[in-house]
């Protein structure tokens, strides 16, 4: 329940305890709390109780804690009456990822172009966004307008 609680936290939450409830209060404190939570677990496992009885004799092997996303999709993948470790073994979202990003960057088609071209030219694996491309036609430029600027 307070697993993810250190030693120096318990210490501060005593020292805290002590101060503010005084050491004579302090154990009557303790077993109150004591008696709620076990009150609490009490009234929690005759509910849990209650539901089995009221779902019927299919469900005595129910567990609350399958309602638990997480434990459920576990207990699934453990059964694997329907493949999903191969289908889940089978997508890799890495490489797909990688596989879109050299695409878009446009490092397959430089690759070939790299291949194609030999030793002579290239960019080395990467992409010069700055570059403008070559035309074979000189540009023209608009006409520059004094009062447009």
């Known amino acids: ?3 993810d609680i250190g030693p120096l936290e318990l210490v501060t939450i005593v020292v805290l305890a002590v101060l503010v409830f005084g050491p004579e209060k302090l154990p009557k404190m303790i077993q109150d ?4 939570i076990r009150k609490i677990r009490d009234f929690s496992e005759s509910a849990k109780q209650d539901i089995r009885q009221e779902l019927g ?3 005595k092997d129910f567990e609350f804690e399958d309602l638990n996303p997480k ?27 990688a596989e879109i990003t050299d695409a878009v960057n446009g490092r397959e088609a430089e690759a070939s172009a790299d291949a194609s071209v030999g030793s002579s030219g290239g ?3 990467t992409v010069d ?6 035309t074979t036609q000189p540009v023209e430029r ?7 600027t």
């Not at 966004?129 to 070559?134: A, E, M, Y």
Request: glycine share 8%; net charge positive; aromatic share 10%.
């Open 123 to 125: 960019s080395g694996g």
């Open 33 to 36: 709390v004591t008696r709620t």
């Open 1 to 3: 329940m307070f697993n």
């Open 129 to 134: 966004l700055t570059k403008k491309p070559r």
């Open 57 to 59: 004799p299919e469900f």
């Open 71 to 97: 434990t459920f999709i576990r207990k699934q993948l453990d059964n694997d009456e329907l493949g999903i470790k191969e289908i889940r073994n089978g997508f890799d979202l890495k490489k797909e990822m």
């Open 142 to 148: 608009p006409p520059f307008d004094m009062d447009a």
